[in-house]
């Protein structure tokens, strides 16, 4: 276990903004969450396990925590029949495991392709993209609980997923995630209801995995910043969840926004839609931040950004869509 101190946030997270961490612990071995606890405590401060940390935005004063970065990296695979079983690492980046199971011929999760993060930190979210979510592959995540101070097995059931939620938002920080198990498919079923993907493969009723990848891979670059020049999350905003009779009011003053009803009840509203198209927020900023002009979910940061920029340019967002639609709207984005 490696323990630093004073750590800049703009070395921690995709955001690049926010003061310094108390304290960074990095764990080689899921064995030593134990001692980090122990170390935790020992200090009196909370236990945050961050990943990557691209979906964190830390705040511009030193936190007093103590932050665990889990470094494994195992990917085991097992194939019967016709599924394709994966267990792996926390610690994995996320996109590699999609890019491995590719390879290996499993079907499940490549429209969930270049999201940035760990695996560990993809299962805390619930992941979606495209058409596609982390927990219909999900069959088990092995947890360390801090409460309880055990190792245990939570069920895909027990996870308690939702639309970009899951029992690891919920009871937050006290289940880390040491390995995840998938369940894929080795026979052919290309999941292409999103509209950019029905549209390249339209003459290609059953493309091959790794052409979906690439799709996918090239749609998300002409939508999102490159975390090489900008600071980001992705999208900062969830989609909001309407009652139907919310949404025939909606409807009625924007007739061309797309609707999509859930099974459970409700309808998700597209806020991308709204923010860009009966709104005309994109470019939108604040200081050094802004709303990505090809996707205005995603609030990007500059040189010179700060965290406050961000927290400005997102509640002023959320105040100009409550004024203007009535919808509340909730950042994806866990405020550190």
């Known amino acids: 276990m490696h323990i630093r101190e004073h750590v800049p946030f703009s070395t921690l997270t995709t955001f690049r903004t926010g003061g310094e961490a108390r304290y960074v612990l990095e764990l080689e071995n899921a064995n030593e969450i134990p001692d980090a606890l122990k170390f935790a405590v020992s200090k009196n401060l909370p236990l945050i396990p961050i990943g990557c940390g691209s979906n964190l935005l830390a705040p511009d004063a030193e936190l007093d925590a103590v ?4 470094q494994t ?65 999900v069959t088990s995540v092995h947890v360390f609980d ?15 997923f939702g639309y970009r ?19 894929l ?22 493309p091959e995995l790794s052409a979906i990848r690439d799709a996918v891979i090239k749609i998300r670059q002409g939508k999102f910043p490159p975390l090489d020049v900008y600071g980001t999350a992705g999208s900062f905003f969830l989609n909001p969840i309407i009652a139907d009779s919310e949404s025939s009011i909606l409807a009625g003053t924007y007739p061309e926004m797309p609707l999509f009803p859930l099974p459970e009840g409700g309808v998700k509203i597209p806020l991308a839609w709204i923010l860009d198209k009966a709104l005309a927020l994109k470019g939108m900023r604040h200081g050094h931040a802004f709303l990505w002009e090809q996707q205005p979910l995603v ?15 997102a509640s002023q967002v959320s105040d100009i869509v409550f004024a203007k639609t009535g919808i509340k709207i909730s950042p994806e984005v866990r405020f550190l």
């Open 73 to 137: 990296s195992a990917i085991t695979s097992e194939k019967e029949m016709s599924v394709l079983t994966l267990t792996v690492d926390a610690g994995v980046i996320w996109d590699d495991l999609v890019s491995y199971a590719v390879q290996s011929g499993g079907w499940g999760i490549e429209n969930l392709s270049a999201i940035p993060g760990t695996v560990g930190a993809a299962v805390v979210q619930n992941i979606g993209a495209y058409g596609a979510a982390l927990s219909e592959s």
């Open 67 to 70: 932050l665990i970065r889990l």
């Open 185 to 206: 498919s080795v026979l052919a079923i290309p999941n292409l209801k999103y509209r950019d993907l029905s549209v390249t493969f339209k003459d290609t009723p059953i």
């Open 299 to 313: 609030i990007t940061t500059e040189e010179g950004a700060v965290t406050k920029d961000v927290i400005v340019l």
């Open 146 to 160: 801090t409460k309880e101070r055990m190792y245990k097995n939570l069920t895909k059931e027990e996870c308690l």
């Open 165 to 183: 939620t899951s029992i690891f938002k919920k009871e937050v920080d006290r289940y880390i995630a040491v390995s995840v198990t998938f369940s």
